[in-house]
């Protein structure tokens, strides 16, 4: 039997026999780069810490010093052609317009109108009454407008009043004044320098005294309030 002999040496004859052994990865240089980048890295990372806890102490630091704003209550709001409904009482609608509501943050329930128009109805079925005014203010929540200054009231049964001041509850469809008013319809004429307008808007009362000319009829729905 013969027999062959194979001499090699060194990494070559290993693998000539079909051996393995573990091979280095790293030569030594590569190994002292490799532990030169993971000390960098901590020491990034160390700066970083330090750094964001010197951000987070400067803050809390400060933080007695920062200047709040507060709300002005002045500031406010503005809307043009502006349109609120609702309901009476009787559950009738009533529609309000206006050329501009201001809105103020000193109260938010309320606006300011510029040409303010409230259109109503009295009865079902009865064409619409209108109150126009230069300005007003009203009451989104209350359903309570006040209006000022060329006060025009105009109801569908005829009855036409001048005033500088009407408060009028829509919901519960009356209107009251602080100040002159001119009336005319079916009673007559007449002036009071304040009055009421109640019931559905149809009895009409003059208070502090009051000129008329009186026409007759049966229920005029007129009264005086001294």
Aim: net charge negative; aromatic share 8%.
């Amino acid at each position: 039997m013969n027999s062959a002999v194979i001499s090699a040496d060194g990494h070559a004859a290993s693998e000539a026999l079909g051996l393995w052994e573990p091979k280095r990865t790293l030569t030594l240089e590569a190994a002292r780069k490799h532990s030169s980048r993971i000390k960098f890295l901590r020491r990034l990372l160390l700066a970083l810490c330090t750094g964001l806890a010197a951000y987070l102490i400067y803050e809390f630091a400060t933080q007695s010093n920062t200047t709040f704003i507060e709300d002005n209550p002045t500031e406010s709001v503005k809307m043009v052609n502006p349109r609120y409904s609702g309901r009476t009482d009787d559950g009738l609608p009533f529609y309000l317009t206006a050329d501009t509501a201001t809105r103020t943050l000193a109260n938010r329930s309320e606006v300011a109108l510029l040409k303010p128009v409230l259109e109503f109805i009295r009865e079902d079925g009865a064409d619409v009454s209108l109150v126009v005014a230069e300005t007003g203010t009203y009451d989104d929540v209350k359903k309570i407008l006040n209006l000022r200054r060329a006060v025009n009231l105009n109801t569908d049964d005829g009855y036409h009043c001048k005033t500088t001041h009407a408060r009028i509850f829509a919901r519960e469809k009356r209107i009251e004044g602080d100040e002159r008013i001119e009336c005319d319809g079916n009673f007559g004429i007449v002036n009071g320098n304040a009055y009421e307008i109640n019931d559905n808007y149809k009895v009409f009362v003059f208070k502090n005294g009051m000129d008329a000319i009186i026409e007759q009829g049966d229920d005029l729905g007129l009264g005086e309030d001294e």
